[in-house]
């Protein structure tokens, strides 16, 4: 969800560089998790602030300059498997890592490959798809995306007129 890439201060407040995922209300949950060299541990957030494309915490536990500046490098983020919780914070849109993975088939039954990465771009999210066709860049947008299926692992998709065209 976010990547911890700067000790802040003397306090032990860290600089973090949000990923695709980043969402501000799982900072402020009980699903938080950092990557630390032991394993995932709970994360709180004491406080926290914007500053430019980043954002700057203070995360309970990380006391002092020499603990955030030993903190560089790990992440921030939130199990899978707590996605599905009832109380878990996610906006109304699947998140990125969901598509992760998947398996793409258009409506008519056209196997297209799989997921590679997801591309979040300001007006809406890109798949990357690898398969037969070569790489194919997918848009996740209402009139394409038709259903997700995270049980089958598959993503079926509309092809509208031009989409795959353009790229091949």
């Given at each position: 969800m976010a990547e911890?890439?700067?000790?802040?201060g003397l306090r032990g407040e860290v600089k973090l560089l949000p990923g695709?995922?980043?969402?501000?209300a799982v900072l402020a949950s009980e699903f938080l998790l950092r990557e630390e060299p032991s394993g995932r541990k709970p994360a709180r957030v004491e406080k926290a602030r914007w500053k430019g494309g980043t954002i700057v915490v203070k995360l309970a536990g990380l006391d002092?300059?020499?603990?955030?500046?030993?903190?560089?490098?790990?992440?921030?983020?939130?199990?899978v498997s707590d996605y599905d919780h009832p109380d878990f914070p996610r906006s109304d849109e699947p998140a990125p890592f969901l598509y992760h993975g998947l398996s793409v088939v258009t409506t008519q039954g056209e196997q297209l490959g799989t997921v590679?990465?997801?591309l979040t771009l300001p007006a809406n999210m890109v798949l990357v798809v690898r398969g037969e066709r070569g790489e194919l860049l997918i848009p996740v947008i209402p009139p394409v995306?038709?259903?997700?299926?995270?049980?089958?692992?598959?993503?079926?998709?509309?092809?509208?007129?031009?989409?795959l065209e353009a790229q091949e």
């Amino acid at each position: 969800m976010a990547e911890i890439v700067k000790a802040v201060g003397l306090r032990g407040e860290v600089k973090l560089l949000p990923g695709g995922d980043f969402s501000e209300a799982v900072l402020a949950s009980e699903f938080l998790l950092r990557e630390e060299p032991s394993g995932r541990k709970p994360a709180r957030v004491e406080k926290a602030r914007w500053k430019g494309g980043t954002i700057v915490v203070k995360l309970a536990g990380l006391d002092g300059r020499n603990a955030a500046e030993q903190a560089v490098g790990q992440w921030l983020g939130f199990a899978v498997s707590d996605y599905d919780h009832p109380d878990f914070p996610r906006s109304d849109e699947p998140a990125p890592f969901l598509y992760h993975g998947l398996s793409v088939v258009t409506t008519q039954g056209e196997q297209l490959g799989t997921v590679e990465e997801v591309l979040t771009l300001p007006a809406n999210m890109v798949l990357v798809v690898r398969g037969e066709r070569g790489e194919l860049l997918i848009p996740v947008i209402p009139p394409v995306v038709r259903e997700l299926d995270r049980e089958k692992g598959s993503l079926q998709i509309e092809l509208i007129p031009g989409l795959l065209e353009a790229q091949e």
